[in-house]
Nanobody, 123 residues
Framework: QVQLVESGGGLVQAGGSLRLSCTASGRTFSSLAMGWFRRTPGKERAFVAAVRWTGDSTVYAESVKGRFTISRDNAKNTVYLQMNMLKPEDTADYYC????????????????WGQGTQVTVSS
């Protein structure tokens, strides 16, 4: 079992930045690929970014490329999502997730999920 806890969400103006963190406990973090997803009301969770267990490979949704950066610190059991140049359409609940496969943009590839953290971008 893996427990994931997100933090770092909040309210920010358009053009601003936020950094989300997700700390894992339980199973060895360094053996898991990590991803970030987001959900807006009435929609399914959508892929945002993923990082390989070694941290040397990443993938992004087209909508966030060039603005968001996913990274991890295996010594701290933590994955980050640095979000720059935020837009109102980035407003969502953000979830981190862990998977045994990489890369994957599919929800079903991820076995463990956090509770989410809310990000609101005002115009």
């Amino acid at each position: 079992q893996v427990q994931l806890v997100e933090s770092g969400g909040g309210l920010v103006q358009a053009g601003g930045s936020l950094r989300l963190s997700c700390t894992a406990s339980g199973r060895t973090f360094s053996s898991l690929a990590m991803g970030w997803f987001r959900r807006t009301p009435g929609k399914e969770r959508a892929f945002v970014a993923a990082v390989r267990w070694t941290g040397d490979s990443t993938v992004y949704a087209e909508s966030v490329k060039g603005r968001f950066t996913i990274s991890r610190d295996n010594a701290k059991n933590t994955v980050y999502l640095q979000m720059n140049m935020l837009k109102p359409e980035d407003t969502a609940d953000y979830y981190c997730a862990a998977a045994n496969v990489y890369p994957s943009v599919r929800l079903r590839a991820y076995d463990y999920w956090g509770q989410g953290t809310q990000v609101t971008v005002s115009s």
